[in-house]
């Protein structure tokens, strides 16, 4: 059984208190950053590239969880490798699905060094992906419509956590599930008992009091 880990979503910070928020995410519980690219072409919204993760390399000891989503991730890796990320997901939508192509980018993140993962949209199912569950360390599930903090949990996507748990215990593999959207106290509940193992949270960290809402979500 891996351990529960929370991964805040810098997406969230407040970035008017960045060196603040920063200091109170080194003191709390979290050992995972979730960092959240996105370039107003594979989702309507544009975040940050390599140059912000870096930033946060150099000011905090967490492993860095960069989940890009982005029309061509093939193109971005080495940046990422370069600005110190420990792991990259990739959405298999960004290959239109596409396995051959989605292993070549897991190969080409393992190439580096890093920690591998694919991703999927809501509307994706995940089963088509199985022959890639023992090639990746993160199995990353949607809970929401990728490109915005702070919206509604999907609660059926919690059918793919239950596959995945079912899965990695039938072939003995040892992959985190980790789901991404709407966490909070009462959704972290629903995503632990399917089987997800790490929980990304954005709004709900970073509205309250870091590291006690981090600590509520480890309960
Ligand atoms: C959405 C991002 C999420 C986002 C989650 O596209 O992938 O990581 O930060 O934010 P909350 O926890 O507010 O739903
Ligand atoms: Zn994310």
Excluded at 15 to 38: I, R
């Amino acid at each position: 059984m891996n351990e529960l880990i929370i991964a805040p979503s810098v997406l969230s910070m407040d970035y008017s208190k960045m060196q603040e928020q920063t200091k109170a995410l080194n003191e709390s519980k979290a050992k995972w950053l979730h960092f959240d690219v996105m370039d107003g072409h594979f989702v309507p919204n544009l975040t940050f590239g390599a140059h912000i993760l870096k930033g946060f390399h150099d000011s905090t000891n967490l492993y860095l969880d960069v989940h890009l989503m982005i029309s061509d991730p093939i193109k971005y890796i080495p940046d990422f490798y370069k600005a110190g990320a420990h792991q990259i997901t990739v959405h298999t939508e960004s290959f239109n699905n596409d396995i051959h192509k989605i292993q070549e980018a897991i190969d080409l993140i393992h190439d580096y060094k890093m920690d591998a993962g694919f991703v999927v949209k809501p509307a994706t199912s995940i089963e088509a992906f199985e022959c890639l569950l023992d090639k990746v360390e993160t199995i990353l599930i949607m809970s929401v419509e990728p490109g915005f903090g702070g919206q509604k949990f999907m609660e059926e996507q919690l059918d793919k956590v239950r596959w995945l748990f079912q899965k990695r215990m039938e072939k003995n593999l040892s992959y985190r599930i980790e789901i991404d959207g709407g966490i909070n106290f009462e959704t972290a509940k629903k995503a632990i008992e399917a089987g997800a193992d790490t929980l990304v949270a954005g709004s709900f960290v970073f509205k309250d009091n870091i590291p006690k809402r981090i600590e509520g979500l480890l309960k």
